[in-house]
């Protein structure tokens, strides 16, 4: 018998309503009254759905992942328990509740395809939780889009059913099958797991399956397999780079032998991807070649020259990209005022308070995974909270917090003024660059248009070009053939660059326009903006961390998609601190925290 609304469990947690049910479990939503009515998770184990035989095995299973999640501890993309319990023979599981839909709601519906880029960065995503998992020697055993989900407030997947009891426990409800244990296991699961058998690798394969899906726009059960080898067959069904799906092929890969064996091992083989295999090779050469020259190993002054003229050349190839001249020399500058981080020098339970830029809410999110899960930064926590607050999501307004000292680092998506200073003491502040944006122009996903010229989007952003049947042949909607434009607010930094890379600096279409109508500012944050529903008939612009939404593409300019390597359309991102004339930071723990992501990087 289900729980009915109010009703009160475990002394403090009352009932709102039932999110769901399994054969052996049911999952509510509740308000914890000891917290001001702070919503939470209760599940419940159905004691009544157990043969006497079964009862032990669930409770030792439901037990089980209450101490998983308690050793997980508090990791920002897993729920944090909150309590475990025995009442009136039942026994309840009270959890942190993460509100939004999950991935099969959102950006994994079926006959969805997302772009290689936006499947990597998922991948990597659910990969970095599973380091977490697997290094504390635990095994999920149920990754499937069902239990991720994409927390809205920074984009982060969120694991919801760490050990599944319905899945994890090999029985069925005692009204089915007369009784007796058979094994259930979803599509995503490895081969092994058939027949009760589960290894780290298994959680690799289940995210190799959820990778194929996000390509092919297939679920598993749908794609064709090979009738001898029973290995499934998908390749033809994407245009994906070859790189990937290699790394694909190997974390699906029937033979458990011959599968990825841990999740770094794949990661290491995501970041190769998109990065021309050749440039590893030139810069090592590059390297010996100057070595040589500093020993005068290498007198010919012709070989000299040949040197130099490859570095200007490949430096303009590596032209967008963060640091490209440390690939080369390495900013002797920066090595001195950020050294690798010393442990010892770190008070524990330091703090790195970030606010600012909401085209890095993305980054700052990859940066803090990044610097959480090495040995070092356990003595410091990297806290983003103060973008819950909407007030505080601009470059400006986070140099304002800065200098307030109400945070130690501020996010920034433009460089900073020669010699600029805080307004308010004076105090001078520096920036390093931790990032490039690739600022995106985008619409709704049934919208027809895949690529636009510069020229085009230019006309659209001064009202020159206001239907969308002057780009599509047959637009499909009549109703909604005008072209809607989503401007951002002139105090927006995004704006700014927008202007700068698309309307070469000229204005956008003004007030006096007749087809100014076609102009809409209503929304103030970009990420608010990036978040929405579009029409059909609306484009914006936007960063890209902030355009990963499933209603939305992301449009190729010139023929070249953002994220790309020659995509021309970027801006560097900066992390922006107080500091002496020297730049060296005031806060020893920002310096250590600077320290490690940029010898990281």
């Known amino acids: 018998m289900s729980l009915e609304k109010n009703t009160l469990v475990g002394g403090r947690y009352r009932i709102i309503e039932k999110l769901g049910e399994g054969g052996f479990g049911e999952t509510y939503k509740a308000e914890d009254t000891y917290r001001m009515g702070e919503t939470v998770v209760v599940k419940r184990l159905k004691i009544e759905s157990f043969s006497r035989e079964d009862l032990t095995t669930a409770k030792e299973l439901f037990e089980s992942e209450a101490k998983s999640l308690k050793q997980l501890g508090s990791h920002p993309q897993i ?16 959890m942190e509740y993460i509100a939004e839909k ?17 499947v990597i960065n998922l991948l990597k995503s659910i990969l970095k939780i599973l380091q977490v998992i697997h290094s504390k020697n635990l095994i999920h055993r149920d990754i499937k889009p069902n239990n991720l989900i994409r927390r809205s407030i920074d ?111 794949v990661l290491k083989d995501l970041d190769k991807i998109g990065k021309p295999r050749s440039v590893a090779k030139l810069v090592h050469s590059i390297k010996n070649l100057i070595a040589q020259i500093k020993k005068r ?100 307004n986070g140099i304002h917090l800065l200098c307030k000292e109400e945070i130690e680092i501020a996010a920034s998506s433009r460089p900073l003024k020669y010699g600029e200073k805080c307004p308010t003491n004076g105090k001078r502040i520096f920036a390093v660059q931790v990032g490039t944006d690739y600022l995106s122009v985008y619409v709704r996903r049934n919208n027809p248009v895949d690529n636009l010229e510069k020229s085009q989007i ?63 500012i209503e929304i103030p944050d970009e990420y608010t903006q990036s978040s929405q529903n579009l029409t059909v008939n609306q484009i914006a612009y936007g960063s890209y961390g902030n355009t990963a939404f499933s209603q939305l593409k992301r449009l190729s300019i010139d023929g070249i998609k953002p994220g790309k390597k020659n995509y021309l359309y970027t801006r560097p991102l900066f992390y922006v601190y107080v500091a002496e004339e020297d730049g060296k930071p005031e806060s020893l723990v920002v310096q250590q925290f600077l320290g490690f992501l940029l010898n990281e990087k």
């Open 79 to 94: 729920p944090k328990l909150e309590a475990y319990f025995e009442e009136k023979t039942d026994f309840y599981l009270v």
């Open 102 to 118: 999950n991935l099969s709601e959102q950006e994994l519906k079926q006959g969805s395809q997302l772009e290689e880029g936006e």
């Open 155 to 265: 984009q982060q997947i969120v694991l919801i059913d760490f050990g599944c009891v319905t899945n994890d426990l090999n029985i069925q409800n005692q009204n089915q099958a007369n009784g007796k244990r058979t094994l259930t296991v979803s599509f995503y699961a490895a081969p092994e797991q058939c027949y009760g058998q589960a290894y780290p690798c298994s959680d690799i394969y289940a995210v190799g399956m959820i990778g194929i899906q996000a390509l092919t726009g297939r679920l598993p059960n749908e794609l064709p397999r090979d009738q001898i080898t029973d290995e499934i067959l998908w390749k033809h069904l994407t245009k994906a780079s070859k790189r990937l799906k290699k790394v694909l092929k190997k974390m699906i890969c029937y033979d458990v032998y011959n599968r990825y064996k841990t999740v770094n091992e």
């Open 297 to 396: 190993k290498v007198n010919n002054f012709w070989t000299t020259i040949a040197v130099v003229g490859i570095i200007i050349i490949f430096s303009f190839l590596l032209k967008g990209n963060t640091n490209n001249l440390n690939l080369l020399f390495g900013d002797t500058r920066i090595k001195k005022i950020f050294p690798p981080p010393n442990v010892m020098e770190v008070a524990i339970n330091a703090e790195v308070r970030i606010a600012g830029s909401v085209a890095m809410i993305a980054k700052n999110n990859d940066l803090k995974n990044d610097f959480e899960k090495d040995k070092f930064p356990a003595k410091i926590n990297v806290d983003l909270s103060l973008y819950n607050d909407k007030k505080n999501r601009s470059s400006d």
């Open 458 to 520: 230019k006309k659209i952003a001064q009202c020159e070009t206001t239907e969308w049947s002057v780009l599509v042949r047959n637009w499909p909607d009549k109703n909604q053939k005008n072209i809607q434009f989503l401007n951002r607010p002139p105090e927006s930094g995004t704006h700014d660059v927008f202007k700068n890379k698309f309307l070469d600096n000229q204005p956008f279409c003004s007030k006096e326009n007749p087809n100014y109508s076609t102009m809409i």
